[in-house]
């Protein structure tokens, strides 16, 4: 209740301001409101108009940059966007309210101000409530009357509406003046002020047409610079110029209505710079290279009858494409840059940004055609790309036997195994064998005649060398002399084959090769005695020499009669030396015949074991020694002992231990001259009247001796074993190691099944080897000579390791002995590179011996096809045994991919790069070498032997040679085996049928034969001693494996699991293991069985280590030897030279 009655009192009490006060006030702000926005707003308008013009000067002299544009129009803006709004705060916003208004009248009426901001107050807010209203109301009244007396429109605070109205109106006269007399260039300078972000061309009185675009030329090639006048260009200069960058300005006359510039080559980017009349044009320039053929092939396909599916690929970038007639080519280009067109014979042809590929080109006769393109910045080639497209006939195969010999004599049921090389330019289909007897008379009236496919190719193999076997007993040849000759087919329709050049190969029954085997040992026998003879008149002479005085041997006369005795000994010896290796082939030959007895070969290994020990050690000493006294002083040296020497040191004193060099330099070497025996005999069979003529001559065979005996290393000396072993050491680059402590035992016995050595223990020999033997004086040379000497002639008759020497021939047997091999060809091509006389010579120099490196290129392919062939066979091997050893080599040589980089150094070596071919070669013969010793563990950590007397069990000989026989049969086996898997996709099936039955039954004989061996071994009177059980052992796990091949070949089954089940075979019954690489010095007496060297010429035992090769200057061979460094750097500078 007293609340109401406090605000009925309250709304009497308040006073309100008289209506015409309140009027004139209301009057008074909104004219303040109008004068002040519009000072704004003209404000704006003239920055706004302003602006305008300037851009509009502006583009009168240049064409203003768009940055500058934005500033000028948002300098224009600043009125309106801040201006504007800032007076309508200051000026509105700040005085909507009477109280406001009131104290705007303070600014002009300072004390009628007062007043009226006072009435103003107490209206709107009285807040004393003592006062009385009549007095407020009277108060205003008076205030209201003071109102009436003053005019409250001029009370408005520093107006400058008026003037803004001038500034504004003076340029929107001179914009209408613009629009109403160049209408053209007011709406161009509109468009450009208000959008400046738009590329608004400027309007110019002399109007050109086109646009100011990045151009593109040619790099550092003049180019030409048009531009021409629009057709309603107000203004036609007579001159227009150009300017690249702070260059020379060009001027060019109108021509019509064009100017055309000629502008210099450039090479940095810039802008060229136009000045026609009052039109300003800047044009960006990049010079750049012209498109150019990074690539360029041509995909062609091949004529169906070729049945090659996917197309070839060639490179053209030479202009020459050769194609086979019918062939039909698509050239695929690649430019270093995208294209927008190109053309072939000026049509069009199809483009995916940088490449070209053309519509299908088919090839009749020859053609030339010529390809442009032009990128997406215009520039095109310089020269069109001519491409002459040669028609060429499909060529005839080319065919060859490889590893088989003319004239050979061959066993009716001996198995020759051979390698063919055929090649086509666009592959070969077949490969075989045909065979013709040759007809006579009286020995040959109906001579046979056969054919059988070898191999079938591929429509892509383009070479070919496949393995071939030829065995008289399963061709049902007779015995009879016959040609044999391989032939080659390719896919062209209705060509005759081509054939290979004719082999003779004499087939004898068992009874027959005896009976010409005896004879030619006859002959062989009768050459020896003559060199014999002529030793012997060597020695008396020799004789003659030593009983002379000391002083009588100071004679010249005398001292040239010993150098021409040094000589006539070393050519005796050589003579030797080849009667030895022929004599070896005989034993290989006569070891093949089952009619040949152990006994009978033990002397015929005997004496050839003698003769290779006289002509490789004995008489190259003698003839050293002579040498050597023909240069020494005439003083004797003081003789160890006193005392004629015997007869028989007379006879056998002129040797000494250790092998010397058998000539020196510049010394003919006879062996040359020596007539042959045995396979290559000059003497016909019995069944021919004379030899039919060789049509392949043979060419001249190469002797390297390959490496050389270890110096280093303490040799441990081993007591002499009577019974030899039937072992062989390969060939390796393990260092020497020093000889157990303590004395070697005593060995007796131990003959047993083959087995082969890798010299090296496979552990680290961590003793060193600084201390070195003083160099002794030549006297004390001359007394261990002697003393050597008579220990030599006192084991003349003993000898000593004839059974290693059987293995020789197994280099094609266990993967250890086939690595090693392929080893060892590495390093005798990469010696005769090194006699090459061609390095460093260009390639027209370099001709005169272009046959030899075709040769040897033509042995590193066939090495790479042996690689390659080995891989194979220990994938297979690999997947039925698996083993850590044979995995962790197969993954590496599988990874090196081997056999493509060994037929890389075929193709260097025909490029005439002899240094880096010697280099690769040499690299890869230790690469092979070190994998073959990796598959053999290292000998485990034992103590050193014991002194004294070991004797072991035998096996007897006739035994060791059947098994060898076995291991012989079985790698023959296995390349049959290997040929009839190549042919199976050119024969019938129930020829492959028929043809592996045949091996089956060949595979069944020898299970019966090992089988045999094993029943022997098992009766022998000392079968219970452990190294006879080893034996027995491994003939039966032989056995075995056999039954397991048996089985795979009666599926028919001639793939890798058949070869992997024969390799097993050979691994088992060729057993590697390790010995220390100590070699010991052993004297022995002859062995009871040295006849069983039917399969080799000799070990590897002193001539296996390759370490320490000093490497011969590959410019010649006369001359300083380079450090190998040296070597590389000469290498590649000469190949950079031969390679412009």
Same mark, same amino acid.
């Given at each position: 209740?007293?609340?109401?009655?406090?605000?009925?009192?309250?709304?009497?009490?308040?006073?309100?301001?008289?209506?015409?006060?309140?009027?004139?006030?209301?009057?008074?702000?909104?004219?303040?409101?109008?004068?002040?926005? &519009?000072?704004?707003?003209?404000?704006?308008?003239?920055?706004?108009?302003?602006?305008?013009?300037?851009?509009?000067?502006?583009?009168?002299?240049?064409?203003?940059?768009?940055?500058?544009?934005?500033?000028?129009?948002?300098?224009?803006?600043?009125?309106?966007?801040?201006?504007?709004?800032?007076?309508?705060?200051?000026?509105?916003?700040?005085?909507?309210?009477?109280?406001?208004?009131?104290?705007?009248?303070?600014?002009?009426?300072?004390?009628?101000?007062?007043?009226?901001?006072?009435?103003?107050?107490?209206?709107?807010?009285?807040?004393?409530?003592?006062?009385?209203?009549?007095?407020?109301?009277?108060?205003?009244?008076?205030?209201?009357?003071?109102?009436?007396?003053?005019?409250?429109?001029?009370?408005?605070?520093?107006?400058?509406?008026?003037?803004?109205?001038?500034?504004?109106?003076?340029?929107?006269?001179?914009?209408?003046?613009?629009?109403?007399?160049?209408?053209?260039?007011?709406?161009?300078?509109?468009?450009?002020?208000?959008?400046?972000?738009?590329?608004?061309?400027?309007?110019?009185?002399?109007?050109?047409?086109?646009?100011?675009?990045?151009?593109?030329?040619?790099?550092?090639?003049?180019?030409?610079?048009?531009?021409?006048?629009?057709?309603?260009?107000?203004?036609?200069?007579?001159?227009?110029?150009?300017?690249?960058?702070?260059?020379?300005?060009?001027?060019?006359?109108?021509?019509?209505?064009?100017?055309?510039?000629?502008?210099?080559?450039?090479? !940095?980017?810039?802008?060229?710079?136009?000045?026609?009349?009052?039109?300003?044009?800047?044009?960006?320039?990049?010079?750049?290279?012209?498109?150019?053929?990074?690539?360029?092939? &041509?995909?062609?396909?091949?004529?169906?009858?070729?049945?090659?599916?996917?197309?070839?690929? #060639?490179?053209?970038?030479?202009?020459?494409?050769?194609?086979?007639?019918?062939?039909?080519?698509?050239? $695929?280009?690649?430019?270093?840059?995208?294209?927008?067109?190109?053309?072939?014979?000026?049509?069009?042809?199809?483009?995916?940004?940088?490449?070209?590929?053309?519509?299908?080109?088919?090839?009749?006769?020859?053609?030339?055609?010529?390809?442009?393109?032009?990128?997406?910045?215009?520039?095109?080639?310089?020269?069109?790309?001519?491409?002459?497209?040669?028609?060429?006939?499909?060529?005839?195969?080319?065919?060859?036997?490889?590893?088989?010999?003319?004239?050979?004599?061959?066993?009716?049921?001996?198995?020759?195994?051979?390698?063919?090389?055929?090649?086509?330019?666009?592959?070969?289909?077949?490969?075989?064998?045909?065979?013709?007897?040759?007809?006579?008379?009286?020995?040959?009236?109906?001579?046979?005649?056969?054919?059988?496919?070898?191999?079938?190719?591929?429509?892509?193999?383009?070479?070919?060398?496949?393995?071939?076997?030829?065995?008289?007993?399963?061709?049902?040849?007779?015995?009879?002399?016959?040609?044999?000759?391989?032939?080659?087919?390719?896919?062209?329709?209705?060509?005759?084959?081509?054939?290979?050049?004719?082999?003779?190969?004499?087939?004898?029954?068992?009874?027959?090769?005896?009976?010409?085997?005896?004879?030619?040992?006859?002959?062989?026998?009768?050459?020896? !005695?003559?060199?014999?003879?002529? $030793?012997?008149?060597?020695?008396?002479?020799?004789?003659?020499?030593?009983?002379?005085?000391?002083?009588?041997?100071?004679?010249?006369?005398?001292?040239?009669?010993?150098?021409?005795?040094?000589?006539?000994?070393?050519?005796?010896? &050589?003579?030797?030396?080849?009667?030895?290796?022929?004599?070896?082939?005989?034993?290989?030959?006569?070891?093949?015949?089952?009619?040949?007895?152990?006994?009978?070969?033990?002397?015929?290994?005997?004496?050839?074991?003698?003769?290779?020990?006289?002509?490789?050690?004995?008489?190259?000493?003698?003839?050293?020694?002579?040498?050597?006294?023909?240069?020494?002083?005439?003083?004797?040296?003081?003789?160890?002992?006193?005392?004629?020497?015997?007869?028989?040191?007379?006879?056998?004193?002129?040797?000494?231990?250790?092998?010397?060099?058998?000539?020196?330099?510049?010394?003919?070497? #006879?062996?040359?001259?020596?007539?042959?025996?045995?396979?290559?005999?000059?003497?016909?069979?019995?069944?021919?009247?004379?030899?039919?003529?060789?049509?392949?001559?043979?060419?001249?065979?190469?002797?390297?001796?390959?490496?050389?005996?270890?110096?280093?290393?303490?040799?441990?000396?081993?007591?002499?074993?009577?019974?030899?072993?039937?072992?062989?050491?390969?060939?390796?680059?393990?260092?020497?190691?020093?000889?157990?402590?303590?004395?070697?035992?005593?060995?007796?016995?131990?003959?047993?099944?083959?087995?082969?050595?890798?010299?090296?223990?496979?552990?680290?020999?961590?003793?060193?080897?600084?201390?070195?033997?003083?160099?002794?004086?030549?006297?004390?040379?001359?007394?261990?000579?002697?003393?050597?000497?008579?220990?030599?002639?006192?084991?003349?008759?003993?000898?000593?390791?004839?059974?290693?020497?059987?293995?020789?021939?197994?280099?094609?047997?266990?993967?250890?002995?086939?690595?090693?091999?392929?080893?060892?060809?590495?390093?005798?091509?990469?010696? #005769?590179?090194?006699?090459?006389?061609?390095?460093?010579?260009?390639?027209?120099?370099?001709?005169?011996?272009?046959?030899?490196?075709?040769?040897?290129?033509?042995?590193?392919?066939?090495?790479?096809?042996?690689?390659?062939?080995?891989?194979?066979?220990?994938?297979?091997?690999?997947?039925?045994?698996?083993?850590?050893?044979?995995?962790?080599?197969?993954?590496?040589?599988?990874?090196?991919?081997?056999?493509?980089?060994?037929?890389?150094?075929?193709?260097?070596?025909?490029?005439?790069?002899?240094?880096?071919?010697?280099?690769?070669?040499?690299?890869?013969?230790?690469?092979?070498?070190?994998?073959?010793?990796?598959?053999?563990?290292?000998?485990?950590?034992?103590?050193?032997?014991?002194?004294?007397?070991?004797?072991?069990?035998?096996?007897?000989?006739?035994?060791?040679?059947?098994?060898?026989?076995?291991?012989?049969?079985?790698?023959?086996?296995?390349?049959?085996?290997?040929?009839?898997?190549?042919?199976?996709?050119?024969?019938?099936?129930?020829?492959?049928?028929?043809?592996?039955?045949?091996?089956?039954?060949?595979?069944?004989?020898?299970?019966?034969?090992?089988?045999?061996?094993?029943?022997?071994?098992?009766?022998?009177?000392?079968?219970?001693?452990?190294?006879?059980?080893?034996?027995?052992?491994?003939?039966?796990?032989?056995?075995?494996?056999?039954?397991?091949?048996?089985?795979?070949?009666?599926?028919?089954?001639?793939?890798? !699991?058949?070869?992997? &089940?024969?390799?097993?075979?050979?691994?088992?019954?060729?057993?590697?293991?390790?010995?220390?690489?100590?070699?010991?010095?052993?004297?022995?007496?002859?062995?009871?069985?040295?006849?069983?060297?039917?399969?080799?010429?000799?070990?590897?035992?002193?001539?296996?280590?390759? $370490?320490?090769?000093?490497?011969?200057?590959?410019?010649?061979?006369?001359?300083?030897?380079?450090?190998?460094?040296?070597?590389?750097?000469?290498?590649?500078?000469?190949?950079?030279? $031969?390679?412009?």
């Amino acid at each position: 209740m007293n609340q109401t009655k406090e605000k009925t009192r309250s709304e009497k009490d308040t006073v309100g301001l008289p209506p015409r006060m309140q009027d004139a006030l209301e009057q008074y702000r909104k004219r303040v409101w109008i004068i002040k926005l &519009a000072e704004g707003t003209l404000a704006a308008i003239f920055g706004i108009m302003i602006s305008y013009l300037v851009v509009f000067g502006l583009d009168r002299l240049f064409d203003t940059p768009t940055l500058l544009r934005v500033l000028i129009l948002l300098t224009g803006m600043v009125g309106m966007v801040f201006f504007l709004p800032l007076k309508y705060y200051n000026w509105v916003w700040r005085h909507r309210s009477l109280e406001g208004i009131a104290r705007l009248l303070q600014h002009k009426f300072p004390r009628f101000g007062n007043h009226v901001l006072g009435i103003v107050e107490l209206a709107s807010n009285r807040s004393d409530t003592s006062a009385s209203p009549a007095l407020v109301e009277a108060a205003m009244r008076q205030v209201d009357a003071e109102v009436a007396k003053h005019n409250l429109a001029d009370a408005v605070p520093n107006p400058r509406h008026r003037r803004w109205a001038w500034a504004a109106g003076v340029p929107i006269i001179l914009v209408v003046i613009g629009i109403l007399v160049i209408p053209a260039t007011s709406r161009n300078t509109l468009a450009r002020w208000l959008t400046p972000w738009r590329n608004v061309e400027r309007y110019t009185f002399a109007q050109l047409e086109g646009n100011a675009d990045r151009r593109v030329v040619a790099y550092a090639e003049p180019f030409d610079v048009e531009t021409r006048l629009k057709e309603d260009s107000p203004w036609k200069p007579e001159s227009g110029e150009a300017r690249y960058a702070d260059q020379t300005p060009i001027v060019a006359e109108r021509d019509g209505a064009s100017y055309k510039f000629q502008l210099p080559p450039q090479t !940095k980017e810039g802008s060229v710079a136009l000045r026609v009349g009052d039109a300003r044009r800047s044009i960006p320039v990049e010079p750049k290279l012209r498109p150019a053929l990074k690539d360029l092939t &041509a995909k062609v396909q091949l004529p169906d009858y070729l049945q090659r599916q996917e197309p070839r690929i #060639d490179d053209v970038r030479g202009g020459i494409v050769n194609l086979v007639k019918g062939s039909a080519a698509t050239l $695929e280009a690649t430019t270093t840059r995208e294209l927008s067109e190109a053309t072939l014979n000026n049509r069009p042809q199809k483009v995916e940004g940088a490449r070209v590929t053309t519509e299908p080109i088919s090839v009749e006769t020859t053609t030339e055609m010529h390809l442009t393109w032009r990128d997406r910045f215009g520039l095109a080639a310089r020269d069109p790309q001519v491409l002459r497209f040669e028609a060429l006939n499909d060529e005839a195969p080319t065919v060859a036997l490889s590893k088989l010999k003319n004239n050979q004599v061959v066993i009716s049921n001996e198995v020759l195994a051979f390698e063919i090389q055929a090649a086509d330019d666009f592959g070969v289909k077949r490969i075989g064998l045909e065979w013709e007897g040759i007809r006579n008379p009286i020995h040959n009236p109906e001579p046979s005649s056969g054919e059988k496919i070898v191999s079938a190719g591929t429509p892509t193999a383009d070479t070919l060398t496949v393995a071939a076997t030829f065995s008289p007993k399963r061709e049902s040849v007779k015995p009879q002399s016959l040609r044999l000759r391989a032939y080659a087919e390719d896919y062209l329709p209705n060509r005759d084959r081509i054939y290979s050049s004719h082999l003779v190969l004499h087939v004898l029954t068992p009874s027959e090769h005896f009976k010409w085997l005896v004879g030619q040992m006859q002959l062989w026998t009768g050459a020896a !005695k003559d060199v014999h003879d002529k $030793e012997l008149q060597l020695h008396q002479i020799n004789r003659e020499l030593r009983d002379l005085p000391p002083e009588t041997l100071d004679d010249p006369a005398q001292r040239k009669r010993i150098q021409e005795q040094a000589a006539a000994e070393r050519a005796n010896a &050589a003579r030797l030396d080849s009667l030895v290796e022929t004599g070896t082939e005989l034993v290989q030959e006569a070891a093949k015949n089952e009619e040949f007895d152990a006994e009978q070969l033990e002397a015929w290994g005997d004496i050839i074991e003698q003769l290779d020990e006289i002509a490789g050690q004995r008489m190259p000493s003698v003839a050293d020694l002579l040498s050597r006294a023909a240069e020494a002083p005439g003083a004797p040296a003081e003789p160890a002992s006193t005392g004629e020497p015997t007869d028989s040191e007379g006879q056998g004193g002129q040797a000494a231990q250790g092998q010397q060099s058998s000539s020196t330099e510049g010394e003919p070497n #006879d062996s040359a001259k020596v007539e042959k025996y045995g396979p290559d005999s000059i003497l016909p069979p019995e069944s021919l009247d004379e030899i039919p003529e060789d049509p392949n001559k043979p060419g001249k065979g190469v002797s390297v001796n390959r490496s050389k005996p270890p110096q280093d290393g303490k040799p441990g000396f081993t007591p002499a074993n009577p019974t030899p072993t039937v072992s062989d050491v390969e060939s390796g680059f393990n260092k020497g190691e020093d000889a157990a402590e303590g004395q070697a035992p005593q060995v007796v016995g131990g003959l047993r099944i083959p087995t082969t050595m890798l010299k090296g223990s496979g552990r680290n020999n961590e003793k060193s080897e600084d201390e070195e033997a003083p160099a002794p004086q030549a006297a004390d040379l001359v007394l261990e000579a002697v003393e050597e000497q008579q220990e030599l002639l006192d084991a003349f008759a003993k000898l000593a390791d004839e059974m290693s020497k059987l293995l020789v021939s197994f280099e094609n047997s266990t993967f250890v002995k086939r690595l090693k091999a392929a080893s060892r060809k590495q390093i005798d091509i990469a010696v #005769d590179l090194n006699n090459l006389d061609s390095f460093g010579l260009d390639r027209t120099a370099a001709e005169n011996n272009q046959s030899d490196r075709e040769r040897l290129a033509e042995r590193e392919t066939n090495e790479s096809e042996a690689v390659s062939t080995i891989i194979q066979d220990m994938v297979a091997y690999s997947d039925r045994r698996p083993s850590p050893n044979y995995l962790r080599v197969l993954s590496e040589m599988q990874d090196a991919l081997a056999p493509n980089q060994i037929q890389d150094i075929a193709k260097t070596i025909n490029k005439n790069f002899v240094g880096q071919s010697t280099i690769e070669a040499e690299f890869w013969a230790d690469t092979l070498d070190r994998w073959a010793e990796q598959l053999v563990d290292p000998l485990p950590d034992g103590p050193p032997p014991e002194g004294g007397m070991m004797e072991l069990p035998n096996l007897p000989p006739e035994i060791v040679l059947e098994v060898l026989r076995i291991i012989d049969r079985e790698i023959q086996l296995r390349e049959e085996t290997r040929e009839l898997e190549q042919a199976k996709e050119a024969i019938t099936t129930d020829a492959y049928t028929e043809r592996s039955i045949a091996l089956y039954d060949t595979q069944i004989t020898l299970t019966e034969d090992t089988r045999e061996v094993a029943a022997q071994i098992s009766l022998l009177p000392n079968a219970e001693e452990r190294l006879i059980q080893q034996q027995l052992a491994k003939v039966t796990a032989a056995a075995d494996v056999m039954d397991e091949v048996e089985d795979i070949l009666a599926e028919p089954d001639t793939g890798p !699991k058949a070869i992997a &089940a024969i390799t097993e075979v050979i691994e088992i019954l060729l057993q590697t293991c390790r010995i220390p690489n100590t070699p010991p010095i052993t004297t022995a007496p002859p062995a009871t069985a040295a006849a069983l060297m039917l399969m080799g010429i000799g070990d590897d035992t002193g001539t296996a280590f390759l $370490e320490n090769r000093s490497p011969r200057q590959a410019t010649g061979k006369a001359g300083r030897v380079l450090p190998e460094e040296f070597r590389q750097g000469l290498d590649a500078y000469f190949n950079v030279l $031969e390679g412009r």
